[in-house]
């Protein structure tokens, strides 16, 4: 009877410590081995597609393309942004989607763990020309020398101002484009306005945390080196633009007043900063142009490229790419899609899809539309009409940006590292550390978190 | 060993069923009926069991298994001992997350068992509007915790918040809750006790049980309003006090919501604020953005020894200070 129970109870814990080491199943490590890429080939079979809408026409019209070159494939969009929990749990799983529509900074640290196959069978077999891509997003997707992403779209910095506030102060768009840091401090405190303690216009955001690495750029420095593989959070230079961004905000009675007074503005309407003069200028994403084109074409703007102290054009230069993770069940259709999608000819549908949709609202195209795809960039520049000043102004700024892009470039540890920056720099927006103790701290923090993940990639590799 | 009796019994009385054999039937059809109630029972509770089963404990003890193992999600789990546990007390931002969290509960659970109880008695003299009122406090609870964390930055605004505006009607230079460190916490604090609704409906059912014949009592003593409070109301209500007390310490404890979607959430992705980083919040942050589940693992295992040791204590002074009508006095 005992002896029974025992044995029982031996099987019992046998069975649970079966389940426990057997229920996480993953995917990580699993190859395209099998995979036959041939842009000729016939496909068929289903292709789930994570974190892509598909919503406007720019998505739509080359979705039609892709779906077309894709023949019997049945196409599911599991829709909204990339959601990492979802993702997790569909590799726990052991069933990936098919293919991912990822941010460019997730790509290394998902490349690190092996969720998404390095594409060079894949760009080899569909014949993806990589060198049509823009540098800066090329490198972002590419983790030790292995392409891990199809890049599309490219997001970059312009300085946008109100001319009225410029003009009122005796300034210019110059003063405040960043080539002078002196400049855009004088700037700033002649633009700000207050009374006790409450601000009534911002003379100048330098746009915390958010652009640290352009402020550090700016200054001749790098956040990581070009390998990904060591921090220089607390190189002299990115203490300087550290010091130098929040000094733009303690000038203005700190970091909180202007924060709680930006949280209060109506972004994406018409009573946006800009239309309602209570900001000077700012550095912000070339999307937003649009948004101001549309809420508020009459407003008084001027437009510039961000430069770097000493005058040239600089622009930190993120956005999205395509990924297959490890396990696809049709990572043949999934590299399809990726080609076609980030294709010059689907690129150049997306534009006159948007034309004709603006032109039915009666809008001019504003020619707001970076692809990550250098010739595509280049047809789609062609195919922008004058819209008036100061949009024209916005849109050459915004390719002339699109030229002088830098990235971050990818790596094993990019959400612990851009975690302990952002820490990094709160702490001290927040006035709970100096500029060195706090980028001091996240250097070991980041150095850390980098070591151990590429000592893992390099073990495991 | 039935069967055997009920033969030998048989055996021996020759005719006729003996008072041996009858008891052994009795008790043989007492099993039966026995088995049969049990397996009832277990059949209506089936639901619940497997619920359990699959949903509470097979959960619980796989969160074990993973606290000893390297698990990113995507890779099978690598075995590594109690290192997770040993990294856990070198960890800063543990120690910083465990006492925002701990500031968070103990402030903001005395102020809500204040105010749920000061609504409560509000309540009980409310007479025919009582119902009308008690729906109103209810109404926030039923408020999804994200919008509250929205609201929370609208309200709690520094230049055009609501909260501020008001002060300023008194003259008051309200302080910038949403962004300055030292006024984060309190602010989600205050935020929090929109919510009291649930504990208000608790309390005015208990106060409602207070025999009234206690207060005429006391009245005809000479009692007045604390003193009745103090020494009728109180201990009477003390169950449901307590029963607010346990809840709302563990749910202190394990404050995610609010403070994610203000702070952390989307929208905020860039501006996070160390003030505001709860427990449970980096527990989520090693989890799904650092992909440490196994780390992850091993603070909620921290976490729920944490509530263990806080209820435990919670209970050994309740006994002291909890009356339970129809129970002896200790």
Redesign the interface.
Known sequence: MHASRRMAAALAGAA?LAL??G???????ADDSDADYDPDADLSGTMSVMGFSGVDEVATSRMDLAEEALGDVEVTLIEGDLD??QF?SA??SGEPPEIVYANRDQIG??AA???ILPLDSCIEGEGIDTGMFVPAALEQVTLADQVYGIPEFNTVQLTMANADLLEAAGLSVEDVNGSDWDAVSQANLALTKGA????SVIGYDSKL??FMPLWAKANGADLISEDGKTAQLDDPAVIEALEWAVSIYDDQGG???V???R??ADFFGEGNQFATSVLGAMPMEQWYVNVLNDVSPDAPLAFDTVHARGGDTLAYATGSAWAIP?GSANPEAACRWARVMTSTDAWEAAANARIEVREAEGNPFTGILLTGNAAADELIQGMVTSVGEPWDTAAAKMYEANEKTFALPANPAD??FK?AL??AV??VL???ATPEEAMGAAQATAQTALDEAWAKLESEN | MADTAVKAGDGSAGAGISPTADESARARSRRRAARRNTGSALLFLSPWIIGFCVFTAWPL??SA??SLTD???????QFVGFENYAQLFQDPKVLLALQNTAFFTFVQVPLYVIVSLALALLLQRAGRSAGFFRTIFFLPKMTPPVAIGILF?LLF?????LINTVLGWFGI?GP?W????AWVKPGLIMMSLWTVGASVIILLAALQNVPEELYESARIDGAGFWRQSFSITIPMISPALFFIIVVNTIAGLQTFDEAYTAFFGSGNT??????ALFYVIYLF?QA????NMGYASAMAWLLFGVIMIVTAVQLIVSRRLVYYEGETQR
């Open positions: 649970c426990l080491t229920c996480a199943v993953g995917t990580g490590g990492l929990q997790l590799v726990a640290s998902l763990r092996g969720a006790g303690g409450a601000l945390p958010e970091f909180s007043s924060k709680a007074f949280d209060s490890a959400a612990e975690t952002q820490d709160n702490s927040n006035g709970q | 003890i796989y298994y993973l698990y990113d999600v995507i890779n099978d789990p930055l605004n520094g230049q055009n918040g230079n910038a949403t962004t300055d460190p860039t501006y996070s604020n160390d003030a942050q799904f953005e650092f992909l």
